[in-house]
């Protein structure tokens, strides 16, 4: 079974600076999707970055960006210039076929 | 981008009645719809798969009795939760799936808040 990992309940950052979260996965398939999410106080689910597993190249969505280590079965989001707006929770998830698979999520706090 | 509702945001009930949510996709038709289940600082549980004309597929666990899933429209699934109880108090999500294999997303409402006293 897929299951999705993330080992950072909560993190913290600085205004405009640069915070990277964790996501590690566990997969028996060689092709597959990867997500990050966001979920503000709103709780409004917004799609913040994909990654195909076939693609070599790390995702890029303006501020964030993935890291994508497929051998490692590692999927990290980098977020740069850190605005308050970007305090939430983020969820990493696998896409298993129609499903998603989330992870259990990090709480992102944004200091100013 | 595609939007997706729910109604109602929030709800209050009494233990023992029903409470139905609706979800709908505003601006496309999706076939496919899920229902999840949130609790407070938790991740996300898929509760079920919703198809447009075709019974729910629910996940192991979800008792199908209690969590009813309606997909009667290519724009609207509904949950009904039967015989609620305090235990099912809960933030319940919908998404619509949308597009074509590789290019596959799905689009979440904004979600609705079940307390049962």
């Known amino acids: 079974a897929q299951t999705v990992t993330q080992s950072q309940p909560e993190m913290s950052v600085q205004e405009a600076e640069t915070v990277t979260l964790s996501c590690t996965y566990d997969?028996?398939?060689?092709?597959?999707?990867l997500f990050w999410y966001k979920q503000p106080p709103s709780r409004q689910m917004i799609l913040v970055i994909r990654?195909?597993?076939?693609?070599?190249q790390n995702a890029t969505e303006n501020r964030f960006s993935v890291n994508f280590q497929k051998a490692a079965k590692s999927f990290s989001l980098k977020i740069s210039d850190s605005q308050l707006g970007d305090a939430a929770m983020y969820f990493c998830a696998y896409k298993r076929g129609n499903k998603l698979v989330f992870g259990a999520g990090t709480i992102l706090r944004v200091k100013s | 981008g595609a939007v997706v509702s729910q109604h109602p945001s929030w709800v209050i009930c009494k233990s023992g009645t029903s409470v139905k949510i609706e979800c709908r996709s505003l601006d496309f038709q999706a076939t496919t719809m899920f229902w999840y289940r949130q609790f407070p600082k938790q991740s996300l549980m898929l509760m079920a798969t919703?198809?447009?004309?075709?019974?729910?597929?629910?996940e192991q666990g979800v008792e199908k009795d209690k969590f009813l899933i309606n997909h009667a429209s290519l724009t609207l699934s509904t949950l009904t939760v039967t015989s609620a109880h305090p235990e099912d108090s809960s933030f319940y999500i919908c998404s619509a799936r949308l597009g074509q294999e590789p290019y596959i997303e799905q689009f979440f409402g904004p979600g609705t808040r079940l307390t049962v006293l």
């Open positions: 997969t028996s398939e060689s092709d597959y999707y």
């Open positions: 990654q195909e597993a076939y693609k070599q």
């Open positions: 919703s198809n447009e004309g075709s019974k729910a597929t629910y």
